[in-house]
């Protein structure tokens, strides 16, 4: 079998094993749908109010977008990774043609689908319920698809580290979330940097959903100040989305 063929069963597995557990699937679209339901429909923003949520609708968008291309990948790759080792799947994939690199892609790739079509439904529930102005046209549209293609497969990377070097499920959910408040929150998603002391503004860079941040609000905010274009911020996505994919493809369980 080829590697595509490898790839495309190990896909078609994960796909199947994710749609089997319906309660992922239920909490996986139903979690971000919520957040923009509790921010977007019941705090609203205030645009000349002051405080969070001072900024125009449109503004938030990264923000939202973030919760899915965040918290989703980490957790369930994360878990996968987990899940696999604490059963001794590894050491039953050695037996088989299919690499390590080879099964985190097919695992990205489902994350990819999954996380993509949530990012969809979010976005025209944003513009449903918080009344964002967001315009897109179809050049628009494939850079903000690629960003959060870059995104997903960014921190499915995470999740495998997550999932390679926490001792339990458990301790993947409370790694992740570990990880991913904080980003959620100082990443110029939700909190603008002018609310932030001024000594912390420049650890944002460090964030890699920063750039993210920057990308999608570039793409649909009229009134963003681009520190970055959308294409260096894409940039450095894709640098850190294949870095950190090579890292999380070592780091998953060998039998060597």
Partial sequence: MSRLGRVRASFVAAWHSFLRRR????????????????????????P??????????AYYVPGYLAVVVLFTPL???GSE????????????LATTPLTRPEWLLAQTLVNVVVIGLAALLL????????????????????LLAVAVVLAVGMFCAVGALLGALADSQDGVI?????????????????VPPSMLP?????????????????AVRELTYAGSD???????NLGVLATLAVVLFLLGAYALPRTD
Avoid: C
Avoid at 32 to 44: E, H, K, N, S, Y
Avoid at 81 to 92: I, L, M, W
Avoid at 177 to 187: G, Q, T
């Fill in 123 to 142: 976005l025209v529930l944003i513009v449903l319920v918080t009344g964002a102005n967001v315009v897109l046209s179809g050049a628009i549209a494939v």
């Fill in 81 to 92: 990774v987990a899940r696999h080792r604490d059963d001794n799947r590894f050491e039953k």
């Fill in 23 to 46: 309660t992922a699937v239920f909490f996986t679209f139903l979690f971000p749908l919520l957040i923009v339901l509790i921010f977007g429909a019941l705090v609203q923003t205030q």
């Fill in 48 to 57: 000349t109010g002051g405080g969070l949520f001072a900024e125009p609708a």
């Fill in 75 to 77: 957790s369930r790759v």
């Fill in 226 to 232: 681009p520190a970055w274009s959308v294409t260096a």
């Fill in 198 to 214: 001024a000594w912390f503004r420049p650890a944002m860079w460090l964030s890699p959903l920063t750039y993210f941040s920057r």
């Fill in 174 to 190: 409370a790694a992740s979330n570990a990880l991913a408040i904080p980003l959620l929150f100082l990443s110029e998603t939700f």
